[in-house]
């Protein structure tokens, strides 16, 4: 059973900083891409961020220059760090996990984590 835990998420005001983690149960490798999604109540959940297997990274355009994903293979965690956050970044953030075998495409998330960014 995959198990994607986060952490790091709070409250920061706008031009600050948050990084935020998420902790995968087994190799991440084993994953063809992780990433960050984030939802908003009333809205459709969008991705931020994302890893492949081979090291492709893609962003949103609204993040883009401001968020930066990373990962630490030992410690099977992915990170995003999240610079000059503004209000409009307020959102639950889920970790997902994407995998493919056998042409089956099998997608996990994490709890999600609140990130709040108000003065």
């Known amino acids: 059973q995959v198990q994607l835990v986060e952490s790091g998420g709070g409250l920061v005001q706008p031009g600050g900083s948050l990084r935020l983690s998420c902790a995968a149960s087994?190799?991440?490798?084993?994953?063809?891409?992780m990433g960050w999604d984030r939802q908003v109540p009333g809205k459709e959940r969008e991705l931020v961020a994302a890893?492949?297997?081979?090291?492709?990274?893609n962003y949103a355009d609204s993040v883009k220059g401001r968020f930066t994903i990373s990962r630490d293979n030992a410690k099977n965690t992915v990170y995003l760090q999240m610079n000059s956050l503004k209000p409009e970044d307020t959102a639950v953030y889920y970790c997902?996990?994407?995998?493919?075998?056998?042409?089956?495409?099998?997608?996990?998330w994490g709890q999600g984590t609140q990130v709040t960014v108000s003065s």
């Open positions: 997902n996990a994407h995998r493919e075998l056998l042409g089956v495409a099998y997608d996990y």
């Open positions: 890893i492949t297997r081979g090291g492709s990274i």
């Open positions: 087994g190799s991440i490798f084993s994953f063809n891409a």
